[in-house]
């Protein structure tokens, strides 16, 4: 299984970005899909989660309003748009996939983990 992760990079505050993550060696259409992010000494923290079918998001109030997370599942690919940047963005972002129905917002239910791609919102 392997998830790679794209689309960082350096953005003024205001500014939009969008992230990708492609997903192979796995049946994409039965995982859960999450985007979280890690701030440099913090601990990893949900952004959004989406469903098998992309019928139900979840995501953290710190970004509701700004970020949409949405899926293909012909292309086995899940997105993270990113509107509205804040100095605070800030941060590595990983996308990672987890078996089964449900949306989990703990990094320790998550079965597969892409390597990261930085995001970085300057004032």
């Known amino acids: 299984v392997q998830l790679q992760a794209f689309g960082g990079g350096l953005v003024q505050a205001g500014g939009s970005l969008r992230l990708s993550c492609a997903a192979s060696g796995l049946t994409f259409s039965r995982y859960t899909m999450g985007w979280f992010r890690q701030h440099p000494g913090k601990e990893r923290e949900i952004v959004a989660a989406?469903?098998?079918?992309?019928?139900?998001?979840y995501y953290a109030d710190s970004v509701k309003g700004r970020f949409t997370i949405s899926r293909d599942n012909a292309e086995n690919t899940v997105y993270l748009q990113m509107n509205s940047l804040k100095p605070e963005d800030t941060a590595v972002y990983y996308c990672a996939g987890k078996q089964g129905y449900g949306l989990r917002s703990s990094p320790g239910e998550y079965d597969y983990w892409g390597q990261g791609t930085q995001v970085t919102v300057s004032s």
């Open positions: 989406l469903s098998w079918g992309g019928g139900s998001a």
